[in-house]
């Protein structure tokens, strides 16, 4: 894994809000409470997105909070105001007492706060780190501990001024105000010392999190669907401008390679050849496919299935892609997606794919069937309650496009619209041959420092392409599709194989039933359609329901017109010869 960029460099933007606070703290023992801690977080946000955080000693957190460099002017550690009161002592709210808890989760938010977030739901606190927000609890702790070593080195030097302003008191006045600032730090001061206990540092933590300047929400982050987060910078994906990182735009999640919009790779280009035989119309779909992927928009509500034999290169073509948009994808099993009894209540499996752009699922066990409710809830812009083991539940919209890849086809039951038109099949037809496998290419495709900047670049020129003309799916995708819902339809066999379709033909509906069931146990079928699902697939081919007199019978019976029975001798049916499906 790359290292990310550190943020050790000095802010070159304006000041921070709690650095305003401690400035106008300067006359005022107890500064007065901000008017809107929404304000406060956003003018906290506004600061330079490269100063480090800041320690009490004069140094500072790079960006990976494992090593020290020397902060810059912006730490004031020990800085005083005119009546030589330390800031750290300072930074409280009105109301606040400075021997609390309270006190020292307001100190710990002010003087570190831009660089941390509190998001309960996904993991607790997250560091800023010069390119995005990443969950690290250790950090947190650290700047607890460092907080309370501030305190204490301020609280030190108050009590030091306040004893030499007795020493110069000029009158009785004057030397008893020194004396009762000399009480005040030193009641601090021991304050201080209580604090750097466990019990103080997790009291200090607990409330801390609970400010608003630091709380955050999954949604918060990685909200906006047009923003990349790059190595080399934030990737507008509708301009294609490449911009600073910035603390503001709450980014979370980074692919590892850097845009080069001319980036190229030309055993990139004779994969896709090999893989398509050369149909540049499918290899423009893979690219627009692709680069709409590349977004967090869900204007589609599709789902990409990729099928084919092996060795026809669609696990690599996936993996390739799952590797270059790093953080933004996530590998899941299958089972995630299939239809299955517990799957009831907040899941772990879907938590983790909030605030995705690709999931992908590589190889499905023949005879899988698809939970079509749960694909229909996950690529309709539906809003999905999801929780992670041990903590709480929360709801996110689903950014994410979903590939599958397998060799045999997962079956799909349900025969609505809703659900086979998310359905996109994508036929990987052609073997790669022997000879032209080769494990250095595949090596170098799946290698993001190799391939990665090459592969990023074509997928934001398909971004671009789908913009202009959107995914334009080739008929040979449609006709794949097509073929795939004929072979999910759960009657087309037992109509082939008992019924004939045609305007002449009649069958009562219960000798249908029937015949329908005595085929399912014949074919080993143990689930047959109910009655109500029965009937949909029944008129689907066309036939009517209606009333009939039949022989034998002294009252009409209920009968579908258009369809019959293939046997012969049956009075209760007119046979009308094999019309075909």
């Known amino acids: ?26 006359n005022d023992v107890e500064p007065s409470e901000p008017s809107d801690h929404g304000d406060a977080k956003a003018d906290a946000d506004q600061a330079g997105d490269d100063e480090p955080i800041s320690r009490g000693d004069g140094l500072c957190l790079d960006a990976c909070g494992t090593s020290m460099v020397p902060a810059g002017a912006s730490a004031g550690h020990g800085a005083a105001n005119g009546n030589g009161a330390p800031h750290a002592i300072l930074t409280l709210r009105q109301g606040t007492a400075p ?3 309270l006190a020292n989760a ?3 938010v002010a003087l570190y706060g831009r660089d941390l977030r509190h998001v309960e739901a996904l993991g607790g606190w997250h560091r800023w780190t010069g390119s995005r927000w990443c969950c690290d609890r250790s950090t947190a702790a650290e700047v607890a501990k460092e907080t309370t070593r501030r305190l204490l080195t301020d609280a030190r030097l108050a009590m030091s001024e306040a004893a030499e302003r007795v020493k110069r008191a000029h009158d009785d006045d004057e030397a008893a105000k020194a004396k009762a600032q000399h009480k005040e730090a030193t009641a601090l001061f021991n304050w201080a010392k209580r604090s750097q206990s466990a019990r103080g540092i997790d009291a200090m933590l607990r409330l801390a999190e609970t400010e608003p300047i630091v709380r955050a929400e999954p949604g918060d982050f990685d909200a906006d669907p047009w923003l990349l987060n790059c190595r080399n910078g934030v990737l507008d994906l509708r301009t294609g401008e490449l911009r600073d990182h910035d603390r503001r735009d709450m980014m979370r999640r980074i692919v590892p390679v850097a845009f080069e919009p001319d980036a190229e790779l030309p055993i990139w280009d004779r994969f896709l050849a090999d893989v398509t035989g050369n149909d540049e119309e499918m290899i423009g779909f893979l690219r627009r496919a692709t680069g709409y992927t590349l977004t967090g928009d869900v204007r589609h509500e599709v789902l990409f299935f990729v099928h084919g034999p092996p060795a026809s290169g669609k696990s690599t073509f996936l993996e390739a892609l799952k590797i270059t948009m790093g953080e933004y994808a996530a590998k899941a099993d299958f089972e995630t997606f299939i239809a299955r009894r517990d799957a009831g209540g907040p899941r772990n499996d879907i938590a983790r794919l909030a605030g995705a752009r690709l999931v992908l699922s590589i190889e499905v066990d023949e005879g899988k069937r698809l939970a079509e409710g749960l694909v229909k809830q996950l690529t309709g812009g539906d809003t999905v309650t999801a929780r992670f083991l041990y903590r709480e539940s929360f709801e996110f919209k689903p950014a994410f496009k979903l590939w599958l890849a397998a060799n045999d086809a ?23 041959p022997k000879e032209k496998r080769d494990p250095q290419v595949k090596a170098a495709l799946l290698d993001p420092a190799v391939g990665g900047p090459a592969i990023l670049a074509w997928a934001v020129r398909g971004c671009r392409e789908w913009l202009e003309r959107g995914l334009d799916v080739p008929a040979s995708i449609t006709r794949a599709t097509e073929a795939y819902r004929a072979e999910n339809d759960p009657l087309r066999d037992f109509i082939h194989d008992r019924c004939v379709v045609a305007e002449e033909a009649w069958v009562e509906k219960a000798a249908l039933r029937r015949e329908y069931e005595r085929w399912c146990q014949d074919n080993g079928n143990k689930y047959p359609l109910g009655s109500k699902r029965f009937a949909v697939r029944i008129r689907n081919v066309g036939a009517s329901e209606s009333t009939k007199r039949v022989p034998g019978h002294r009252t009409p019976r209920d009968v579908w017109l258009g369809i019959g029975l293939r046997h012969q001798g049956d009075d209760r049916q007119q046979e009308a010869g094999d019309a075909g499906l």
């Open 1 to 26: 894994m790359h290292a990310e960029p550190t943020s050790a460099q000095p802010s070159t933007a304006g000041p921070e809000r709690h650095h305003d606070d401690e400035t106008r703290a300067a």
């Open 99 to 101: 021997d609390s808890d």
């Open 106 to 108: 307001e100190r710990l």
């Open 410 to 432: 997962p079956r799909v039951r349900d025969d609505d619209a809703a659900i086979w038109r998310r359905i996109l099949r994508i036929p990987f037809e052609h073997t790669v």
